[in-house]
């Protein structure tokens, strides 16, 4: 069974650092992973998609790789805001009708 | 063009009581999901349909049932709910043939409280 890891937890930044955020999973036999940001109380909003193929993406400040033979992600921000503060989730799609399993999430906090 | 969209937004529920939770979609996805969302454990998959009138189990199905009898809605039901459903249900959808490229689509969720 696909476990996806998410490290760490919570992280709370000030205004303007770099910061790092983590994903892991079991299995590498992955279609695609993705990343998503949710705002308390809301849906999700699709940040990045890597395809199996692919080693990163990038969309503005946001920076995504995948390693797959080693099972991992990271995201990167760069000049983090405080309007970056919300939730990342990871997820890798799986072959259960190509859903998506989720890690538990990172709770970031940017301060002004 | 709304999207997924996802009624009720919220409900409070009496344990034993039913209800229906249901997902539209304009979007002509063949894909649909339910996801349930709860604090500290993540989104986890409750059932899934591949097309109208398929459904299958995802990881965590009991005390719930689904039915895609249309394209564009996915219904999921709870026939006695129990204090353990309560939680934020997400659908989501994914179009035919673009299985890996495309992130799914979500819905803005619905809170289920059951008392």
């Known amino acids: 069974k696909q476990e996806v890891t998410q490290i760490p937890a919570a992280l709370s930044v000030p205004e303007g650092e770099n910061l790092v955020l983590n994903c892991s999973f079991t299995d590498s036999a992955i279609y695609n992973l993705q990343w998503f940001r949710q705002d308390p109380g809301k849906g999700l909003t699709s940040l990045l998609l890597i395809q199996s193929s692919q080693r990163e993406q990038t969309s503005g400040r946001l920076n995504a790789s995948l390693d797959k033979s080693s099972g991992r992600s990271t995201l990167y921000i760069a000049a983090s805001q405080p309007g970056d503060s919300a939730t990342y989730l990871c997820?890798?799609?799986?072959?259960?009708?190509?859903?998506?399993?989720f890690g538990k999430g990172t709770s970031l906090l940017v301060t002004p | 063009n709304a999207g997924v969209t996802q009624t009720p937004k919220f409900r409070v529920l009496k344990t034993g009581q039913s209800m229906t939770l249901l997902c539209a979609q304009d979007?002509?996805?063949?894909?649909m999901y339910w996801y349930r969302q709860d604090p500290g454990m993540g989104l986890r998959l409750i059932h899934y349909?591949?097309?109208?009138?398929?459904?299958a189990k995802g990881e965590v199905p009991d005390g719930y049932n689904v039915s895609r009898l249309k394209k564009q809605n996915f219904l999921l039901g709870l026939e006695s709910a129990a204090p353990s459903q309560t939680s934020v249900y997400f659908c989501?959808?994914?179009?035919?043939?673009?299985?890996?490229?495309?992130?799914?689509?979500f819905g803005p969720g619905t809170r289920l409280l059951v008392l």
């Open positions: 349909s591949v097309g109208e009138g398929t459904t």
């Open positions: 997820a890798v799609k799986t072959n259960s009708g190509y859903a998506l399993n």
């Open positions: 979007m002509n996805h063949e894909y």
């Open positions: 989501a959808t994914l179009p035919l043939y673009r299985e890996f490229q495309e992130t799914q689509y």
